[in-house]
């Protein structure tokens, strides 16, 4: 088996185009592996196996395609129990051109009444069976209820004459052509049938590959049945898709023995495998100690959930059962699919844990999201089932009102694209309803799934089903088909008068009956007789155990006023108890368990911690062992909490530590280990003990106030741009509403007041800078109206003086802030605030606008604004900064700096669309992008299961892509970070911001989980040393200045914390908008922001090297590497797919379409002989060193076409041409079409077989050949 999967590595390097069809795919895979192990079946399910190659199936498939003899398109029944017989009757089927029907064996009569009502609804004209059951099925059909049986022609599978596949002529098969029915359940008891071509299920195959992350070494286990879409298509044609083992067990041997399943996976070590939820929950209780012992799951990497409701604690019970037997949790992959869609609609990201929510059920039932309700016992636990893994679409839309519902609100669950089938079988009606909907702007067709579900962070959870469909064990049942038999089960029961619901027993989903009593019912009747009819009736019909009988009186059923019965009141009463029922029968009724609730903390620093991470995170509270990561950490976050830390412990507690202590738990012994012990440097064998915290609180200030680092290196570099606006920053505040413009002047003058660096100048006294705090006073705000202007010129008008202000340069001998009020008009208005950076960044304007709201909030309302008093002001930072960097410590910092950036960092050469100035220049611009929800929720579940954030997730897609563009392998780029390492800081306006040289060596074309190593590890070891100041580490390296660009790197990336919402303020609604000032401080810079909508950002960039287009042509080339990130995490860097599908398109189609009307309507020859007219000496075809003109190609040409016309060959008569590539080969392809024929041509290089099917198959009377390749040919007729 081993050596199988290494030949399937080889082989997938080599698969470059793939097939249209599975049956090219398996022609393939025959033809280039024809040894290879494809499909073993366990025969006992245990060790007793029997295999099957790729090219023992073909065989075998072909045989029975040319036994079969029906048109294609017909429909050909396959009544075949599990096994390898099973496989090669579908591969049969589609190498025929027919439309396979698989359907499950029939155990007694009822299973064969279903059977024949799928015969009655695609009408077969065979069935492909075993020679054993064919004898069986003929005695059944003389029952008269089965009399269509008869009429199906037979085609035993076991019994195939040798050989009779060698005169097998295959007919024409495409993407388009259906491949099979896939049947289900119908609505009123009548299956129908999904109808799914080749293109579907390739395209659904492609996402199943991207969603498993299946490579060459995977091996695959399964059990499920063939005839269901999950056995097929997830356990039989994945594997040939992917070109890898199958083994295989039928599912009686499974649920006799669920050890089975698992001892499968053990010992064929595979990597894939799974089932619906009850195969999981039947796995721990019925597997014992020790049998478990000897399982060794080590190698199973995707354990996929689906085909009914995925139920949290099942996850947690399996995978704590079996993580002695080396099962991981982050194997378990739920995922939701369904028929009507082929098989996989969303799944996560493999290897990553599964992400579960805890929702308030009150809110559901209302169709809202409410997280994490404050009282456990009011949740329910769901489980994400991820987002889409290819191009598919899916929506949440409100089925009434069709329109897409926002996120975080229960809709029906809408999906469209290649995987979606064609519709149902001769059902245009039922086909319009459900494939063919649209939203309420026309936008469609979608697939209209029935379930219910809502999205969140761009993982879609499924909360139920709109039209009620009962899903027990992954079988699909309608509650019609249950109501319809219980009252058919007695005379006393009425017709009409029954519900039919589901609820979960102990996570399990039960089938519950609701029937009213005939009006006209004895009241001799035992109500105990009828409960029993009942459940005879269903187990025997349906093969469903009903938990549940309540019988009611007549007319008692929850009904709508046009008498439709409403099976959600049915159920709410029952669940609540509130049903008037007469007789009532419930079996192994149970309390549901309690909600889990995470592990609270167990020591007195752990609640220290746990209050610090909820308070910072914004959780109610936080276990001991919940992660970092998965409770949304981030880096910034990281920082918040590193702050809190080490003011609580009194010791320094960097913000890379909650990267490498991820936990509550982990974080506290990390601490505890560090207290008390020998200082950094000793030699004690002990972990070196934490530095002590230095106090950051106001202090007595000189009369000249230094700058903090990070401004003086400001004020230097504002010197040298020399007035440009590029370490400006400006916000607007658009306000709507009846302004109180006394009110906001007051509240400017406030705020104003409050943060010095509002007030803050920087003069130069003898060359060097100083702060300069002035005293409070009065803000006026200047007011420029608008409201004059022609409407349609006004928001023009607004956009320029916004921009006009932001661009103004300022005078840094007064304090660098400007205010101005702009009126659009009466009740519209914009306050704009342009600030410099050595005043203010990103967070600080967070921090005005929000504190502004709240004063003029108070202020308008005639109330004192209540703000608690600010700790600390900049000029205290920075006098904490120059007094607290002690020489060891700052040494320390900085040869971790020298050594990672020892070495030249060479530049990074992008390729511009212009020549780089020799002096550098600011002139910029912005291109907006956006990463889709989806995406980022994927991004972070990747970088989750490697311990990275979402920011070191996108950096490493963007490294990835700077490799990519320049070919260099030694990459630096730079990344801010807030540097406010105390809590006292946070509400302080002013520049804390440092900057971190990210250096990564993209060598050896690393896979993308390698690269997420290597750049995390950058990351996390600069934060680890961010305590160095940027200043600092630049002069340490005493680079040597180029003036053409920025020292050390030109490309910056900057993941700005969730943007806050617009600030509230009393009676007026506002809006924010950053305002661009035209300038780039980098060749690149990439600002992102993620949020509920994914992450959203912009590009910022240096115009005199960058055309736009180039600018949105790197976020297509992003993008399309970040999807690759997540579609497989294991391909290498060189691997990864740069162009999107457009920029494909593009590129193989829209460039070669070099079609043009033409109106000459002569003949080629007929072109080409007034062309030789025109140019008779011009050359017109070399090959070698061999020549040709028109003339002479055109007279050995006329030599040609007479001799075929001596031979018979008349218009549009064929003719064969094998011949090398050479001049003689042009002379023979035009001499047939001067003569009036079609050619024929044939690649001598093809296998002799092939050459002579295509000889006798085409039956052309004349071959052209060269000599030397027409005594190589096969023998045949022609002359």
């Known amino acids: 088996m081993e050596s199988n999967r290494s030949q399937g590595r080889a082989i997938s390097d080599r698969d470059a185009a793939e097939p249209a069809t599975l049956v090219a795919l398996l022609r393939r895979r025959a033809e280039q592996r024809p040894s290879a192990h494809a499909y073993t079946f366990l025969l006992d399910g245990e060790t007793d196996a029997r295999s099957l190659t790729y090219g023992e199936l073909d065989r075998w498939a072909r045989a029975l395609a040319a036994q079969l003899d029906a048109p294609p398109g017909e429909r050909a029944l396959i009544l075949v129990p599990p096994g390898l017989e099973f496989i090669a009757a579908f591969f049969g089927c589609l190498h025929a051109g027919l439309v396979a029907v698989p359907v499950p064996m029939p155990q007694r009569k009822r299973g064969l009444l279903r059977v024949l009502s799928i015969v009655r609804d695609c009408r077969p004209s065979v069935v492909l069976t075993l020679d054993a059951f064919v004898s069986s099925v003929a005695m059944l059909a003389e029952d008269p209820a089965l009399a269509e049986l008869r009429s199906l022609r037979c085609v035993t599978i076991d019994k195939v004459p040798p050989g009779v596949e060698d005169g097998f002529r295959p007919p024409r098969v495409t993407a388009d052509s259906v491949a099979f029915l896939q049947y289900t359940s119908g609505s009123t008891g009548a299956p129908k049938g999904v109808v799914l071509t080749h293109g579907n299920l390739l395209s659904n195959e492609r996402m199943i590959q991207r969603a498993f992350g299946h490579t060459e070494e995977s091996l695959i286990v399964g059990w499920l049945p063939p005839h269901h879409d999950m056995g097929l298509i997830g356990n039989i044609l994945q594997p040939l898709y992917v070109g890898v083992p199958c083994v295989q067990l039928s599912p009686d041997h499974f649920l006799m023995r669920p050890w089975r399943w698992l001892d499968a996976i053990s010992r064929y070590r595979a990597t894939t495998s799974g089932g619906p939820n009850f195969a999981y929950d039947l796995c721990v209780a019925k597997i014992t100690p020790e049998q478990r012992e000897g399982l060794d799951l080590s190698s199973w990497k995707v354990a996929f959930n689906g085909a009914e409701p995925i139920r949290a604690a099942t996850l947690d019970r399996f995978a704590d059962a079996f993580a002695p037997s080396g099962f991981r949790r982050a194997a378990l992959y739920p995922c939701f699919g369904l028929a009507e869609a082929t098989l996989l609609v969303s799944g996560g990201a493999p290897e990553a844990p599964p992400v579960t929510r805890t929702v308030d059920r009150a809110a559901l039932g ?159 009747v035992d109500p105990a007789e009828l409960g029993a009819a009942i459940q005879s009736a269903v187990a025997d019909r349906h093969e469903v155990s009903v938990h549940a009988v309540v019988l009611i009186k007549p007319g008692s059923l929850p009904r709508t006023t046009s008498g439709k019965v409403q099976r959600r009141a049915c159920r709410a009463r029952f669940v609540d108890g509130s049903l008037d029922a007469v007789w009532r029968s419930t079996l192994d009724a149970r309390a549901p368990a309690e909600a889990e609730i995470a592990e609270p903390p167990r020591t007195a620093l752990e609640s220290t911690l746990a209050g ?43 913000p890379a530590q909650l990267f490498e202590s991820t936990t509550v738990a982990a974080l506290a012994a990390w601490i505890e280990a560090r207290q008390g012990s ?7 064998g002990e972990p070196a003990a934490l530095a002590p915290v230095t106090p950051l609180t106001p202090g007595e200030r000189p009369e000249r106030l230094p700058l903090s680092l990070v401004q003086e290196r400001l004020w230097f570099l504002e010197h040298l741009v020399a007035g440009a606006p590029v370490y400006h920053i400006a916000v607007a505040l658009r306000l709507s509403g009846a302004l109180d413009r006394r009110a906001l002047e007051q509240a400017v003058t406030a705020l104003v007041a409050r943060h010095e660096a509002l007030r803050t100048s920087f003069p130069s006294v003898a060359g060097q800078p100083l702060q300069r705090v002035a005293p409070p006073a009065p803000v006026a705000l200047p007011l420029e109206d608008l409201s004059a202007l022609a409407e349609e010129e006004r928001e023009a008008a607004l956009q320029e003086r916004l921009r006009s202000g932001a661009q103004r340069a300022f005078d840094l001998d007064e304090p660098p802030v400007r205010w101005a009020l702009l009126r659009v008009s009466e009740r519209e208005h914009a306050l704009s605030l342009t600030c410099h950076h050595l005043i203010a960044d990103g967070w600080s304007m967070n921090v005005l606008l929000r504190e502004l709201s709240l004063l003029y909030g108070a202020l308008s309302a005639g109330r004192a604004p209540e703000l608690a008093k600010l700790p600390l002001q900049p000029a205290d930072h920075a006098l904490w900064q120059r007094r607290s960097e002690p020489a060891a410590a700052r040494e320390r910092e900085l040869s971790y700096w020298r050594e990672r950036l020892k070495g030249p960092v060479p530049p990074l050469e992008l390729p511009t669309d212009r020549p780089r100035p020799s002096v550098q220049t600011y002139a910029g611009a912005r291109e907006e992008l956006t990463l889709p929800p989806e995406l980022v929720a994927r991004l972070t579940t990747l970088g989750r299961g490697a311990g990275a954030t979402l920011f070191t997730t996108v950096a490493a897609g963007l490294f990835a892509l700077l490799h990519r563009y320049t070919g260099q392998r030694d990459v630096c780029i730079g990344t801010p970070v807030a540097a406010r390492p105390r809590a006292a800081l946070e509400g302080v306006v002013g520049c804390f911001l440092n900057t971190l040289a990210l250096r990564v060596d993209l060598s050896g074309n690393p896979r993308v989980t390698e690269l997420l190593a290597r750049v995390r590890a950058a990351v996390t070891e600069g934060q680890a040393h961010q305590e160095a100041p940027f200043e600092r580490v630049l002069e340490a390296l005493s680079l040597e200045r180029n003036l053409s660009h920025t020292p050390l790197f030109n490309v910056m990336l900057a993941m700005d914390p969730t943007p806050e919402p617009a600030p509230e303020i009393p009676g007026l609604s506002s809006s924010a908008q950053r305002i661009g000032t035209g300038t780039a401080q980098f060749d690149l810079a990439l600002n992102l922001a993620a949020d509920g909508q994914g992450a959203r950002g912009a590009w910022e960039y240096n115009t005199d090297l960058f055309d736009r287009t180039t600018v949105a042509r790197l976020t297509r080339h992003l993008l399309a590497i970040l999807d690759g990130f997540v579609a497989s995490p294991e391909a290498r860097l060189g691997d990864l797919p740069m162009m999107d599908a457009a920029e494909r398109e593009q590129l193989l189609t829209g460039w070669n379409a070099t079609k043009r009307a033409y109106p000459d309507e002569r003949r080629v020859h007929e072109l080409f002989e007034a062309q030789a007219e025109r140019t008779p000496d011009a050359v017109a075809v070399i090959f070698d060193d061999k020549r040709l003109s028109y003339r002479e190609l055109n007279q050995r040409a006329n030599q040609v076409a007479h001799a075929l016309r001596r031979r018979g060959v008349a218009p549009d008569g064929l003719v064969a041409i094998a011949a090398e590539r050479s001049v003689e080969m042009v002379v023979g392809l035009l001499g047939i079409l001067k003569a009036g024929g079609a050619y024929v041509p044939i690649d001598p290089e093809y296998p002799a077989d092939r050459i002579a099917f295509m000889l006798e198959d085409a039956a052309a009377p004349v071959l052209l050949s060269q000599w030397p390749v027409a005594s190589r040919l096969p023998a045949h007729r022609a002359e």
């Open 366 to 524: 209302q169709g809202l999201v409410v997280f994490d309700p404050r009282d456990p016992q009011a949740g329910s636990t769901l489980v994400g089932c991820g987002g889409p893994p290819g191009d598919e679409q899916v929506l949440i839309v409100d089925p009434e009102s069709r329109r897409p519902c926002d996120e975080e609100r229960v809709g029906e669950i809408w999906v469209a694209g290649a995987s979606v089938a064609q519709g149902y079988w001769e059902r245009p009606e039922d086909t319009a309803h459900t494939f063919g909907a649209r939203l309420s702007t026309g936008e469609g067709p979608f697939l209209r799934t029935g379930d219910l579900g809502f999205l969140s962070r761009g993982e879609l959870y499924v909360t139920g089903r709109l039209k009620d469909l009962i899903i027990v064990r992954g079988r699909n049942i309608y509650p019609q088909d249950l109501e319809i038999t219980a009252e058919e089960s007695h005379p006393s029961l009425r017709a009409g008068g029954g519900a039919a619901f589901s609820v979960d027993v102990d996570g399990e989903e039960r089938v519950v009956i609701v029937q009213e009593l005939g009006r006209r019912a004895s009241p001799a």
């Open 678 to 684: 020998a200082p950094a440097g000793g030699s004690t």
């Open 612 to 654: 610090i991470w909820a308070e910072v995170l914004g959780r109610a509270r936080v276990g001991r062992d919940e992660e970092f990561l998965s409770l949304g950490g981030d880096s910034l976050r990281a920082m918040q909490v590193s702050g809190r830390v080490s003011e609580a412990v009194g010791a320094d507690v960097g």
